[in-house]
């Protein structure tokens, strides 16, 4: 029996893959960013199966990252799709170091277990080799900068304990709660980590998050709706079992791609979440945000090795599950950091900063970071750290 990976939502595949357990013992996960998660704590399928359209990040690019990873270069990689899709399949058979076939479904699962059982031998016979170069490669922070960041992380936390002792206290005399907030961040390598600051703003503040959208510094668009729907007006004009664009099927739905954006929108889903003057901010955490001290608690990220002090910023889950890769996928394959190129360019000026402009500097950050340019970044985030707006 094969250990297979199948990454996607289609519940026919599922249904199909379950009456199937003669020969395959298949685990599901929605998105590539959970595949990564489960592949690097240690889980080692015999093949990966994905579908070709997911939100975010197609199959072939979602293969580019896993080839990347450790250990991964000879697992057999094959993507289906579920509506025939002449572009794709020629930039998957293009992709031949990445992706192993390509499958439209319904197929017969018994040729794909004789496929990757073929596929397992072959690759059996192979020499161990890197990642081809298409692929992703994974990040390996190198030893000047992890040295650094352990003693500046070790220095300022063992210099700031009075300070950090004393915000604390304050905290906790103003609201009941957690002294620290924890929420779960994407970093470098689409690594998932516990992300650390003090926290500001009153208990469950998270929840009411939804209510404050029309607050949201990056979004554009007014109009909301609850819940996803199928219908979608652009293949309402087109014949029967025609779509004016790449399906996926989401949360149950087989909705084309266009109307699956087009309701993202409307829905006022904007990337990245800053509100300005937010009420549910407490007053000491008012002063923490301020000051930038709410930050701190993040020296302990970076003495573990979750993050540096300088790189991109590490984002929360719900942000990367909307990213795209062909725009983003670079920013995770940088450091990830406290303070970073975004940061000490628009920050402390007052302005504010469009997904675009973010996009670029952190994949130029990626592409272009240094030891040295490290510590000029770190010389222009001082002056930052005062920041003028309730933000």
């Given at each position: 029996m094969l250990n297979l990976l199948y990454i996607g939502n289609n519940p026919d595949v599922i249904n199909a893959l379950a009456n199937f357990d003669t020969k395959f013992n298949f685990y599901q996960l929605p998105n590539g960013l959970k595949a990564f998660a489960y592949l690097k704590e240690g889980n080692s399928p015999d093949a990966i199966v994905c579908e070709a359209r997911l939100p975010g990040m197609n199959g072939i690019e979602i293969g580019k990252i896993i080839r990347g990873l450790t250990g991964f270069v000879k697992t057999p990689f094959i993507i289906f799709n579920c509506e025939p899709d002449v572009n794709l399949t020629k930039e998957a058979f293009k992709a031949r170091a990445i992706v192993d076939d390509v499958y439209l479904f319904p197929f017969d699962l018994n040729n794909l277990y004789i496929r990757l059982q073929y596929l397992i031998k072959y690759y059996d016979t192979v020499e161990d080799d890197i990642?081809?170069?298409?692929?992703?490669?994974?990040?390996?922070?190198?030893?000047?900068?992890?040295a650094f960041d352990i003693v500046v992380s070790s220095i300022a936390l063992l210099l700031l304990s009075p300070l950090l002792l004393v915000i604390a206290l304050a905290i906790r005399i103003e609201s009941k709660g957690a002294i620290i907030y924890k929420s779960k961040r994407v970093g470098t390598g689409y690594k998932i980590f516990d992300f650390l600051k003090f926290r500001s703003m009153n208990i469950d503040a998270d929840k009411h998050l939804k209510d404050l959208k029309h607050l949201n510094q990056y979004s554009s668009y007014e109009t909301e709706h609850d819940e996803l729907t199928a219908d979608c007006p652009e293949c309402a004009k087109l014949s029967e079992g025609e779509y004016c664009s790449p399906i996926l099927y989401i949360?149950?739905?087989?909705?084309?791609?266009?109307?699956?954006?087009?309701q993202k929108k409307n829905q006022d889903v904007s990337v990245f979440v800053k509100i300005k003057n937010d009420p549910r901010i407490t007053k000491i955490g008012n002063f923490i945000r301020n000051t930038s001290i709410d930050e701190l608690p993040q020296l302990i990220n970076v003495f573990k090795g979750d993050m540096s002090i300088v790189g991109n910023r590490p984002i929360p889950l719900y942000e990367a599950e909307l990213l795209t890769s062909d725009d983003w996928s670079g920013r995770f394959m940088g450091p990830s950091g406290i303070t970073g190129l975004w940061q000490v360019e628009l920050r402390g000026k007052k302005g504010t900063l469009s997904e675009e402009e973010r996009k670029a500097l952190d994949n130029k950050y990626a592409k272009t970071y240094s030891f040295w340019g490290d510590i000029k970044l770190i010389l222009r985030t001082i002056p930052a750290l005062l920041q003028k707006e309730d933000v």
């Open positions: 990642a081809p170069e298409s692929a992703f490669k994974e990040y390996k922070i190198p030893f000047l900068k992890r949360k149950g739905l087989k909705i084309c791609e266009h109307w699956y954006i087009q």
